[in-house]
C-alpha cells in the first residue's frame, strides 16, 4: 500500500506562485511515474504534468514555461512550483503514482487533493 499526502496551495493572486508538495509513504519500491492532475469546474481531470523514474517530465500545454514539476528522493516527495498563476489555473490538483510490477500489475495513488484558487 501507498499513501499520498498532498500540501500547499490556497489563494494567490493572478501572476503569483504557489508550491503543492505530496509526500509518498509505504511500499515505493516499483515507482514507475509521479504526476500531478487538476478539475477545473465544469472540466474533467486532466494531467497538469508528469516525472518519471528515469527523469523525463511532460506538462500539459497550457502550463509550460510557468509550472515545473520535480522530486526529493530522499523525502519522497515531488512538488509542483507554479508560477505566473492565472485564473483558469484555479481548481483541484491531485498528484498521482503509478507502480509497475509487471505487464499485468500496475497499481496507481492518489492523493486526497487540494484547492488552488487564482484571483484575477
Not at 498532498?6 to 508538495?21: D, E, I, K, N, P
Amino acid at each position: 500500500q501507498v499513501q499520498l499526502v498532498q500540501s500547499g496551495g490556497g489563494l494567490v493572486q493572478a501572476g503569483g506562485s504557489l508550491r503543492l508538495s505530496c509526500a509518498a509513504s509505504g511500499d515505493l519500491f516499483r515507482l514507475d511515474r509521479m504526476g500531478w492532475y487538476r478539475e477545473i469546474p465544469g472540466k474533467q481531470r486532466e494531467l497538469v504534468a508528469v516525472l518519471t523514474i528515469d527523469g523525463s517530465t511532460n506538462l500539459a500545454d497550457s502550463v509550460k514555461g510557468r509550472f515545473t514539476i520535480s522530486r526529493d528522493n530522499a523525502k519522497n516527495t515531488v512538488d509542483l512550483q507554479m508560477k505566473s498563476l492565472k485564473p483558469e489555473d484555479t481548481g483541484v490538483y491531485y498528484c498521482n503514482e503509478k507502480f509497475v510490477y509487471s505487464d499485468s500489475a500496475k497499481y496507481e495513488y492518489w492523493g486526497q487533493g487540494t484547492q488552488v484558487t487564482v484571483s484575477s
